[in-house]
C-alpha cells in the first residue's frame, strides 16, 4: 500500500545534525562555532543523549588505564589501585567538564562522587570517570550548544530522506507539527543507530557482523537516601564493592527473581545517591526494534523494585531506608548499526596501536562490549571476549580514523558517535562517551571546513582536519 504525505519545508542549513547526544553535541558545537548554520535535532526534550535521558551522567575514556571489569576480579582490583596514566581527550569534552565543574555540578576525572567525604567509596565506580548532576548537566550542556551558536529542536524524529544523484538534499522530520522537510548542505549522523545513514540507502551492519549479535541494554536506576557512610563502612571492613555475596543472598531468598551475579554501583555526586548499572542489564535486545525497547522498559522498571526491596534493603549495609530516585527516561544501548565507513577500524588495529594518518580522536577505555554465551548448565553468562587483551601498544589508547566516520560512497554525509566503522570490539572503546563527544567535533568540523573548501567529506584534506582540531584543543596524537 502506497503512502503519500505532503511535507511542508521547515528550513535550509548548512549543516544539519542529527541526535543530541554526546556525539550530536560535539559536531554541533564545532561545526556553529567554525560559522556554519547549524541545527541539532533530537527525539528527546534534552541534549545529552545517554548521560542525560539515559540516567548516566558520568563520562568514561578521559584518560586511559583502565582495564576490563573480569580481569579487575581476576586480580582482586579495586578501581582505586588502577593507573589514569595520559589524557586521552580534549576539546570540547574538556569544555564541557570545565562548565560544570565550574557551576559546582561535576568532579573529576579520576575522582569520584562523594569519596570527599567519603574515601572508602573509591572502591567503586570506573576510576576514570568524571560525574556530574544530571539535572544540572541537562541545563549547561543545552547551554553550551547554544552559545556555540548552534539551534536545538527537540521531539523530532528523522522518518526518511532525499537523496538526489547519490547526494543528500534533506531529511523528513516527524514532531507535533506532523511532517516537515529540512533541508541542508552537510549532514552529521550522530544518532548512534545510524539510522540516517541505513535509510539513505548507504551499508550498514548490526552487532556482531558475523552473528549480528548486540551486546547487552541496561536501563539504568538511581537510589537515593543511602547512608554513605554506613555503605563506606562496609566496604572499608572487606564488603564486596561488586556485592556479590549479597546477590547469592537475595537468589536464594527469591529464586524467582532474575538478579544478576554481581552489582557494578557508581556513587554521583549528590551524598546518599548511587547509580546501578551493572546489573540492570538484559540480554538480545535490539535497540532498533520498538518492541524490544518497550519491553526493556518494564522489565528494567520492575527489576529496579526489585533490587531495592530484595537485595538492597535486606543485605546491603547502609541502604536499608533507600528509595528509587529515579529510572532512565530512555534505554542504555551500547550497540545496534554501525556504517561501512571509507575505512573500517579492526581489533588489530586497536591491539597493534595502529597509527593513522587521519587520527581524529582517541579512544582511552578498554574493550567493554561484552557478549552472551550459554554455561553448561544451560543459564547464560555475560563475557567480555577480548578481557584478557589491553591497549597497550600505541600508549594505551585506540586511534580512530576520519575515513571511520564517513560512510562509504558518501559526499555530504558522515557518522559520529558508536555508528562509526568500528568492527568487533572496537566499538567498546569507540562508544565510550567521552569519545564520542571527540569523533562528534571532528564530524561538525570537517562538515564545517568542507563548505569553506567546496568539496565532500571524502575529498577534504585530513591533515587540515587534524590542524584545525589540534587548534580547537582536541588530542589527535
Known amino acids: 500500500m502506497e503512502f503519500r504525505v505532503c511535507a511542508k519545508e521547515a528550513g535550509s542549513y548548512d549543516v544539519l545534525v542529527i541526535g543530541g547526544g554526546p556525539a550530536g553535541m560535539g559536531a554541533a558545537a564545532a561545526a556553529a562555532k567554525r560559522g556554519a548554520k547549524t541545527l541539532l535535532i533530537e527525539g528527546l ?9 539515559g540516567g548516566l551522567p558520568f563520562w568514561l575514556g578521559a584518560t586511559t588505564g583502565s582495564i576490563p571489569y573480569y580481569k579487575m576480579l581476576e586480580k582482586g582490583l579495586a578501581y582505586s589501585e588502577l593507573p589514569h596514566p595520559r589524557k586521552a581527550v580534549g576539546g570540547i569534552f574538556e569544555e564541557a567538564m570545565g562548565r560544570l565543574r565550574d ?13 570527599k567525604e567519603c574515601p572508602g567509596l573509591d572502591r567503586l565506580g570506573c576510576h576514570d570517570e568524571f560525574t556530574y548532576d544530571l539535572e ?6 543545552e547551554q553550551m550548544i547554544l552559545e556555540a551558536g548552534a539551534g536545538i529542536l527537540y521531539f523530532t524524529h528523522v522518518v526518511g530522506v532525499k537523496v538526489q544523484d547519490g547526494i543528500l538534499e534533506g531529511v523528513f522530520v516527524s514532531n507535533k507539527e506532523g511532517i516537515s522537510f529540512i533541508r541542508a548542505k552537510r549532514f552529521v549522523d550522530a544518532t548512534g543507530d545510524g539510522d540516517v545513514a541505513a535509510y539513505a540507502g548507504f551499508e550498514t551492519y548490526k552487532g556482531d557482523r558475523k552473528t549480528g549479535e548486540m551486546t547487552s541494554a541496561s536501563l539504568v536506576v538511581h537510589i537515593e537516601g543511602v547512608d554513605s557512610k554506613a555503605f563506606e563502612a562496609y566496604l572499608n571492613q572487606g564488603g564486596d564493592p561488586w556485592l556479590r555475596h549479597a546477590c547469592r543472598q537475595a537468589q536464594k531468598a527469591h529464586p524467582e527473581m532474575d538478579f544478576n551475579d554481581n552489582i557494578i554501583l557508581f556513587p554521583m555526586v549528590r551524598e546518599g545517591v548511587f547509580m546501578i548499572n551493572g546489573g540492570t542489564a538484559f ?3 535490539d535497540g532498533t526494534c ?3 525497547l518497550s519491553g526493556l522498559m518494564h522489565r528494567g522498571r ?5 533490587l531495592l526491596e530484595y537485595l538492597f534493603k535486606p543485605y546491603v549495609p547502609g541502604f536499608e531506608n533507600a528509595a528509587i530516585r529515579l529510572t532512565a527516561s530512555y534505554p542504555g544501548i551500547r550497540e545496534t548499526r554501525r556504517i561501512v565507513g571509507e575505512y573500517i577500524l579492526t581489533e588489530e588495529d586497536a591491539l597493534e596501536g595502529r597509527e593513522f594518518e587521519d587520527t581524529i580522536a582517541l579512544a582511552g577505555r578498554h574493550f567493554d562490549l561484552g557478549r552472551v554465551q550459554r554455561r553448561e548448565d544451560g543459564s547464560l553468562e555475560y563475557v567480555q571476549p577480548t578481557h584478557k587483551k589491553e591497549l597497550k601498544p600505541g600508549g594505551g589508547v585506540m586511534r580512530i580514523p576520519y575515513r571511520s566516520l564517513i ?16 568492527d568487533g570490539q572496537t566499538m567498546g572503546p569507540a562508544r565510550i562517551m567521552s569519545t564520542c563527544m571527540a569523533t562528534g567535533q571532528a564530524a561538525g568540523t570537517a562538515a564545517a571546513m568542507t563548505l569553506i573548501e567546496n568539496c565532500g567529506f571524502a575529498q577534504l584534506d585530513a591533515g587540515l582536519l587534524r590542524e584545525q582540531l589540534r587548534n580547537d584543543a582536541a588530542i589527535v596524537d
Open 290 to 292: 520498538a518492541g524490544d
Open 45 to 53: 526534550g534534552c541534549v545529552g543523549g545517554t548521560g542525560t535521558s
Open 407 to 422: 560512510p562509504k560512497g558518501s559526499y555530504n554525509l558522515i557518522a559520529a558517535g558508536r555508528c562509526i566503522a568500528a
Open 103 to 115: 557551576a559546582g555540578l561535576g568532579v573529576g576525572p579520576a575522582i569520584m562522587g562523594q569519596t
Open 136 to 141: 544540572g548537566g541537562k541545563r549547561i550542556l
Open 302 to 306: 520492575m527489576r529496579a523494585y526489585n
Open 283 to 285: 540480554h538480545f535486545i
